[in-house]
C-alpha cells in the first residue's frame, strides 16, 4: 500500500548571481565558490482522514510537485506522509496547506531539547503552558531525556514558535535533528482505539493543581491528553485501553493527593476513615494545615525536620504537603518555603524518616533530613502581677505543673516572673496565660529588647569621649609645638625654647613640665581604648594600625620621662629633647577618625529594627462554629498566636502569621518578599505572608507558621546572619602597620647594636657626639645610654603621626564629594572595596524598572467601534479611578496626564472582580471631551470633509451637549468572555504581543462595543541600559536577580543589555548567590530597594540601595543612591578609584617625612655634621599632617 514517488525540483541557483545578490558577500570566498550540498529536511505529516479508498499515488504527485519537495512516501495504513523537502524554498506549512486544499487536516511532530530543567515542576510548567496554545494537539515533556515532543498542527503553529515559547519560559530549547517519525506513530497509530474517560475530582484549590494533574497525568503509559477543568471539577483523559485503564488514572490522581471518582463526584475527603481515630482533647489547638490525620492511640507518632531544596513557590510547598499526606502513616506536614524546611509527623511503626525524604525526592525536590525523632520545649517567660505571698507562688508553680504539657514552672514573687517550659504540640503561650488568670492573677508577656549584635553606641560614645579628652590637652600642645620649633630654630644660640636661666629644676624646664603634664592624662585616659584593641591585636599575634599607634605613643612617653628623669637626677645644666608633644597629637588625631567611622557604621544596624516594625502587634483570633460561623472573636497579642487558630484578616490590615486561607477572597500586596508591585490573588488554599498587607475582602486564615518560623522573621534572621558574618574589610592603613611595626623594630635595634659597636670600638665618636654627658660615669655606660637613646630616638621619629590621618581624611573628604552628587557612602569600608567589585547584582523592579506600573500602549479598536481617543480616556480614567488596584491607578495617572485634567467624571455602580477587571456606569464627562486643542495641522493632499471618514458601522453618540451615561468593562479576555464580548483574532495577537513581553494588556468595552486595548508594564528607567553598558565597558559582570516570573526578568534583561538573569528568586536564594560567587574569589556589589533585597545586600560585599526604596533596604546597605539613577553605581566605583589612590597618596606624604628622618636620628649622618635636631620631630610631625590633609583636599578637585 506504501509507495514512494521521488523527484527533484529545484535545480541549483546560479553561483556567480548568488554572489551578486548578496549584500555581504566578500569577493573570493571560497564558501560562494564552492557551496557545499544542501542537506534536505524531513517532515513526517499525519493526514487526518485519510482512507484506504484514496489514491496514495496521486496525493504523493500532488505534494512532489510543490516547488523545494524532494521526494514524498504515504502509507495508507498509519495515515503518515514522510516529505523531504529543502527548508530554504518550501516550508511545513506551505505542504500543509497544500494537503489541507485536498481534504485533510494535516497533524506533524517536533522533538525540542529542553536545557535547565530541575524538578518536575518545571515539566508540569512546560507541558501546562504549551499544551494549551493553538494548534497544539499533544505534548509530552521528559525531564530524564531533557526533551519534549510536541504533536501540533503546521497551519496555526510553527516549530520555531514552539521553541520561542519554551525558550521564553527562561529554558534553553533547541529544535533536535533526529526525526521524530517513530514517536510520531507511537502517539498516532492507536487513535482509532483510544477510549475517553471522565473522572470527577476533588480537592483542586487553583491552576496550579490543575497543571500538576495534567502534567503527572500525561506521562503516565497510554495516556494520550488530558484536559481537567478547575470549575466542574473533572478531568478527561483519551487513553489507549491496551496500555492502562480508567481505575489506574483513577488511583493516580488519589496518590497525588485529591480525591477522584469514576462514578460521579466524591464526598468530600475522607472523615468516614477517620472514624475510628481520638479526637483532640483541646478544639482549639491544631497543629498544622487543616487537612491533617490525628494520632490514634494505636500509632507511635514521631517528628522529622527535613531540609527541602529545589522549592520556588507556593506550588511547590502545596504539591509535598498533597503528595506526602496521602501516604500511610503519614500523620502531619508543614513546610516552611523561606526556611526550605519540612516538619513531618510520621507513625514510626508504618514509615521510617529515611522512607520520608525519599517520597519528597520522588516528588522531584532535593531532600536532606536534618533531625530524626525531635522534640521541641517551648520556653516561656510571663510578668504575673497580683501575687502577694508565697502561697500565690505555690498555687500557680501547684496548678502549671499538674496541667497536661507543662514540663517545668518556676515563679519568681519579688521579680513577679515566671519561666514556663512546655510541650508546644499540646498547649501555647495563650492557653497558659488563661491558666494563670484563671486563679486571679494578671500574666502578659515579656517583651524581649530587640538583641542587636551590631550595635554601635557603646563605640561611639568611646571614641567621642577619647577624641573630647585628647582634644582639651592636644590643643595646648600644639601651642607649645609651634613656640619651640619657632624658639629652636630663630634663637638655638640663646638656649632656643629651654634656656638655663628658665630651668624650674637642675635638668627640667618649664617647657618640659608643662608637655609632661599635658602628656599624661591623654596618655592614661585618652589612649585607653587604643591599649585594649592593641592588646587583643597582639593576642591573635597581629600588628595592626592600634599596635604602631600604642608603640609610637608608649615609647615616646616612656623615654621622654626617663630621659627626663635621669638629666634631674644628674643635675645636668640643659634639658634633655622630650617627645612629649607625640601621643596628645596622635590620639587626637586618631580618635577623630574613628569617632566618625563607628557614627557612619551605626546606619546599618537600624535594618533589623526596621523590619520587626513591618510585623502586626496583634490578631483576631475566632472561634468557627458550623459552616465556618463565627461564634467568638477575640483580639490577642501576635506573639500568642498559636499554630492551627484562625485569624481574621480584615480589609486593609497586616497578616499577622503565615497561613493559609480557609474562607474569602481577597487580593494581598506580598510586595515585601517579591518585590513586585502587583497584588497577588487570595482564595481558598492560598498561601500568605506575615507582614503583607491584605487589600479589599475579609479573609480567615488558619495560622501554620507563627512566631521565628514566620517568612518576616526568616528576612531578619538572614539579614542578622549575613552582617555577622560578613568579613570585615581590612583597612590598607591596617596592612600597612602589619610591615612597618616590625620595619620599625628592626631599624631601632639595628641602631642599637651599630652605636655599641662603634662606642667600644672607638670611643671618640660617641664623646664627640655627645658633648653634654656625665663626666663621672664610666665609659661604658656613656656608650650604652647613647646607644639607647639613638635607638629610641629612631623609634619615637619613625612612627608616623599623620598615618592615622591617612585614610580617615580622604575618606571624609569622599564621603562629602560623594555626598554632593547624591550618594550616601557609609565609612571607610565601603569607599575602599567598591573599586574592586567585579560583578554587580541588580534587582529588577523598582532597580532597573521604575517600580510602578505605566501605560506603554492605547490601542484604538477604531474597525470595531468608532470612538475618539479623547473619549475612551475620559470614560477608561474615570472608571479606574475607583479602583484600589495598581493597574487602576497607572491607568487613571495616564488618563489625567493625556487629557490635561485632574478632574474626571462620575462613577456609579462600580464593582471590581479580583482577577478578572471592573464594571461601572460613567457620567459628567463632557468638560473633557470639549477641551480640545483649536490647533489644525493641513496635510497635503488629505481630505478636509471628514463625512468620508465615517462608514456604514454604529457610531456612539458625540452630542455632548446632552448628559450621557456609560456602561464601561474594564477587564481581561476572561471577564470580556464573561460579559458576552468575542475577542478577535488580530485582537488576541496584540494582546499576546505585550503579554510575551512581560506586560499585561486590558480590554476595554464602553456601551457593548469593544473599544480599546490598553498595555501596562513596569517601564525601564531610561539610564539603565547607559549604566549596564559602562560597568560592562569597566570590566564588570553584570547580573540581574529577582523574585518575577522568567518571561518578564528576560524581557526587562534584554532591553537594558543584561546577559545573565536569575528569576523567581526567594531572599534566601539571592543571599545564597551573592555567597556562591563570593565564593569563587568574586567581589560582589548588590544593588536592590526592597526588603526581599535587605539580606543580600548586607551580605555583599558594597550593598549599594535605591534612595526612594524601603527604610530597610536603605538601612541594610553600605552605600545609598539618593537620586534613584543607576549611572550613580558607575560613579561610586569611580569615586572609590580616586579615593583609594588618594589614600595610597597619603600614605607616601605620611612616611616621607619619617622616613628621611630616620637615618638622621639613627646618626648616618653625623661624619657630615646633620644631628637630629630636637625642632626635627615636630616639623616633621606638622608637615606630613598638613600635606596628608592637604592631599586629601585634592579629591574635591
Not at 626635627?1176 to 606638622?1182: D, E, K, L, Q
Amino acid at each position: 500500500m506504501t509507495s514512494v514517488i521521488s523527484q527533484n525540483c529545484n535545480s541549483c541557483p546560479d553561483i556567480e548571481k548568488q554572489g551578486l545578490d548578496n549584500l555581504a558577500y566578500e569577493y573570493g570566498s571560497q564558501s560562494d565558490l564552492y557551496p557545499p550540498p544542501k542537506a534536505a529536511s524531513t517532515a513526517t505529516l499525519k493526514l487526518l482522514g485519510l482512507t484506504p479508498r484514496h489514491q496514495a499515488q496521486a496525493i504523493e504527485s500532488r505534494i512532489c510537485r510543490l516547488n523545494g519537495v524532494l521526494a514524498a512516501s504515504l502509507s495508507l495504513t498509519s495515515s503518515l506522509a514522510k516529505v523531504d523537502y529543502d527548508a530554504s524554498v518550501i516550508t511545513t506549512k506551505e505542504i500543509a496547506l497544500e494537503l489541507q486544499s485536498a481534504g485533510f487536516n494535516v497533524e506533524s511532530a517536533v522533538q525540542v531539547r529542553v536545557d535547565g530543567m530541575r524538578c518536575q515542576s518545571c515539566v508540569q510548567s512546560i507541558e501546562g503552558q504549551i499544551g494549551p496554545l493553538p494548534g497544539v494537539s499533544h505534548i509530552q515533556v521528559s525531564l530524564q531525556n531533557a526533551a519534549a515532543l510536541i504533536v501540533y498542527q503546521p497551519l496555526l503553529v510553527t516549530q520555531q514558535e514552539l521553541r520561542e515559547k519554551i525558550g521564553d519560559m527562561g529554558f534553553g530549547a533547541t529544535l533536535s535533528a533526529d526525526d521524530p517519525s517513530g514517536y510520531d506513530i507511537s502517539c498516532w497509530q492507536r487513535d482509532l482505539l483510544n477510549l475517553t474517560v471522565n473522572i470527577w475530582i476533588v480537592g483542586m484549590t487553583c491552576n496550579s493543581c490543575v497543571q500538576s494533574i495534567e502534567g503527572r497525568i500525561s506521562q503516565m503509559t497510554g495516556v494520550q491528553s488530558i484536559a481537567v477543568s478547575l470549575k466542574e471539577e473533572k478531568g478527561t483523559i483519551t487513553f489507549d485501553p491496551s496500555l492502562t485503564e480508567p481505575e489506574q488514572l483513577r488511583a493516580a490522581i488519589e496518590d497525588m493527593g485529591f480525591d477522584a471518582s469514576l462514578e460521579g463526584r466524591p464526598v468530600t475527603s475522607g472523615l468516614s476513615d477517620l472514624s475510628d481515630l481520638q479526637l483532640p482533647n483541646k478544639p482549639g489547638v491544631s497543629n498544622g494545615t487543616g487537612s491533617q490525620a490525628t494520632s490514634g492511640s494505636g500509632m507511635k507518632v514521631q517528628k522529622c525536620f527535613i531540609c527541602v531544596m529545589g522549592m520556588t513557590c507556593a506550588s511547590c510547598v502545596a504539591n509535598i504537603e498533597r503528595g506526602l499526606r496521602k501516604h500511610k502513616g503519614i500523620v502531619t506536614v508543614l513546610v516552611s518555603l523561606m526556611a526550605g524546611k519540612a516538619e513531618v509527623k510520621y507513625d514510626s511503626e508504618v514509615v521510617s524518616a529515611a522512607a520520608v525524604t525519599q517520597l519528597i525526592e520522588d516528588l522531584g525536590f532535593g531532600a536532606k533530613l536534618i533531625e530524626d525523632n525531635a522534640v521541641t520545649h517551648g520556653k516561656l517567660d510571663l510578668t504575673i502581677t497580683g501575687m502577694t505571698c508565697a502561697s500565690c507562688v505555690h498555687n500557680i508553680e501547684s496548678k502549671l505543673t499538674s496541667t497536661k504539657g507543662i514540663l517545668g514552672a518556676s515563679v519568681a514573687l519579688a521579680t513577679k516572673k515566671a519561666q514556663i517550659m512546655f510541650d508546644p504540640e499540646v498547649l501555647g503561650a495563650r492557653d497558659i496565660i488563661k491558666i494563670i488568670q484563671s486563679l486571679g492573677f494578671e500574666a502578659s508577656l515579656v517583651k524581649a529588647g530587640f538583641k542587636n549584635n551590631l550595635d554601635h553606641t557603646e563605640e561611639i560614645q568611646q571614641w567621642k569621649n577619647s577624641f573630647l579628652f585628647s582634644l582639651v590637652f592636644g590643643l595646648p600642645v600644639m601651642g607649645l609645638m609651634i613656640y619651640m620649633m619657632v624658639m629652636d630654630s630663630q634663637h638655638q644660640e640663646h638656649g632656643g625654647s629651654m634656656p638655663e636661666e628658665q630651668n624650674l629644676l637642675p635638668g627640667l624646664s618649664l617647657l618640659n613640665l608643662a608637655f609632661f603634664l599635658l602628656c599624661t592624662p591623654v596618655q592614661i585616659f585618652g589612649g585607653r581604648y587604643f591599649y585594649i584593641q592593641a592588646f587583643r591585636s597582639l593576642k591573635h599575634r597581629t600588628a595592626n594600625m592600634d599596635v604602631l599607634i600604642v608603640l609610637a605613643t608608649s615609647i615616646a612617653y616612656i623615654y621622654s620621662c626617663v630621659v627626663l628623669v635621669v638629666a634631674m637626677a644628674e643635675r645636668a645644666s640643659q634639658s634633655p629633647v622630650t617627645f612629649f608633644d607625640t601621643p596628645p597629637m596622635l590620639f587626637l588625631f586618631i580618635a577623630l577618625g574613628r569617632w566618625l567611622e563607628h557614627v557612619a557604621k551605626s546606619k546599618t544596624s537600624e535594618a533589623l529594627a526596621k523590619l520587626m516594625s513591618l510585623q502586626a502587634t496583634d490578631a483576631t483570633v475566632v472561634t468557627l462554629g458550623l459552616e465556618h460561623s463565627i461564634i467568638s472573636e477575640e483580639q490577642v497579642e501576635v506573639e500568642l498566636v498559636q499554630r492551627g487558630d484562625i485569624v481574621k484578616v480584615a480589609p486593609g490590615g497586616r497578616f499577622p502569621v503565615d497561613g493559609r486561607v480557609i474562607e474569602g477572597s481577597s487580593m494581598a500586596d506580598e510586595s515585601l518578599i517579591t518585590g513586585e508591585p502587583m497584588p497577588v490573588s487570595k482564595k481558598v488554599g492560598s498561601l500568605v505572608i506575615a507582614g503583607s498587607i491584605n487589600a479589599h475582602g475579609a479573609l480567615l486564615v488558619e495560622a501554620t507558621h507563627v512566631g521565628a518560623d514566620t517568612t518576616l522573621s526568616q528576612i531578619v534572621k538572614l539579614v542578622e546572619e549575613a552582617q555577622t558574618s560578613k568579613a570585615p574589610i581590612q583597612q590598607f592603613a591596617d596592612r600597612l602597620s602589619g610591615y612597618f611595626v616590625p620595619f620599625i623594630v628592626i631599624v631601632s635595634l639595628l641602631t642599637l647594636v651599630a652605636w655599641l659597636a662603634i662606642g667600644f670600638v672607638n670611643f671618640d665618636i660617641v664623646r664627640e657626639n655627645f658633648p653634654g654627658y656625665n663626666q663621672n660615669i664610666s665609659k661604658a655606660e656613656v656608650i650604652v645610654r647613647f646607644a639607647f637613646q639613638a635607638s629610641i630616638t629612631v623609634l619615637s621619629i619613625a612612627c608616623p603621626c599623620s598615618l592615622g590621618l591617612a585614610t580617615p581624611t580622604a575618606v571624609m573628604v569622599g564621603t562629602g564629594v560623594g555626598a554632593q552628587n547624591g550618594i550616601l557612602i557609609k565609612g571607610g569600608e565601603p569607599l575602599e572595596m567598591a573599586h574592586k567589585i567585579n560583578v554587580v547584582m541588580f534587582d529588577k523592579t523598582g532597580t532597573i524598572t521604575n517600580g510602578v506600573p505605566r501605560v506603554t500602549r492605547v490601542l484604538v479598536l477604531w474597525e470595531i467601534a468608532r470612538m475618539p481617543l479623547r473619549k475612551i480616556l475620559a470614560l477608561v480614567g474615570t472608571a479606574e479611578a475607583s479602583s484600589e488596584h495598581p493597574l487602576g491607578m497607572a491607568v487613571t495617572k495616564h488618563c489625567k496626564e493625556e487629557l490635561g485634567s485632574d478632574l474626571l467624571g462620575y462613577c456609579r455602580d462600580f464593582q471590581a472582580v479580583p482577577g478578572c477587571g471592573i464594571s461601572c456606569r460613567v457620567s459628567n464627562v463632557e468638560h473633557l471631551l470639549q477641551q480640545q486643542s483649536e490647533e489644525r495641522f493641513l496635510l497635503p493632499g488629505a481630505t478636509t470633509d471628514e463625512s468620508s471618514l465615517l462608514s456604514s458601522r454604529p457610531v456612539i453618540s458625540d452630542d455632548y451637549s446632552v448628559p450621557m451615561s456609560y456602561s464601561v468593562l474594564i477587564g481581561n479576555r476572561e471577564w470580556m468572555r464573561r460579559n458576552g464580548h468575542h475577542i478577535g483574532a488580530d485582537v488576541d495577537a496584540a494582546m499576546s504581543s505585550h503579554e510575551t513581553k512581560g506586560q499585561t494588556a486590558i480590554l476595554v468595552a464602553i456601551e457593548g462595543v469593544l473599544c480599546a486595548m490598553l498595555a501596562i508594564a513596569d517601564t525601564v528607567k531610561p539610564e539603565s541600559a547607559l549604566a549596564v553598558f559602562t560597568l560592562n565597558s569597566m570590566g564588570i559582570e553584570v547580573v540581574m536577580i529577582t523574585g518575577d516570573n522568567r518571561r518578564t526578568a528576560k524581557a526587562i534583561a534584554a532591553q537594558v543589555g543584561i546577559r545573565k538573569v536569575f528569576a523567581e528568586v526567594l531572599p534566601s536564594h539571592k543571599v545564597a548567590k551573592v555567597q556562591e560567587l563570593q565564593e569563587q574569589g568574586r567581589r560582589v556589589a548588590m544593588v536592590g530597594d526592597g526588603v526581599n533585597d535587605s539580606p543580600a545586600l548586607a551580605q555583599a560585599d558594597v550593598g549599594i540601595a535605591i534612595g526612594t526604596g524601603t527604610d530597610v533596604a536603605i538601612e541594610a546597605a553600605d552605600i545609598v543612591l539618593i537620586r534613584n539613577d543607576l549611572l550613580d553605581v558607575v560613579a561610586s566605583v569611580e569615586l572609590s578609584k580616586k579615593t583609594v589612590r588618594r589614600i595610597r597618596t597619603n600614605f607616601v606624604f605620611a612616611l616621607i617625612y619619617n622616613l628621611v628622618g630616620i637615618p638622621i636620628a639613627a646618626g648616618v649622618f653625623m661624619p657630615v655634621g646633620l644631628v637630629l635636631q630636637p625642632w626635627m620631630g615636630s616639623a616633621a610631625m606638622a608637615a606630613s599632617s598638613v600635606s596628608v590633609v592637604l592631599s586629601s583636599l585634592m579629591l574635591r578637585m
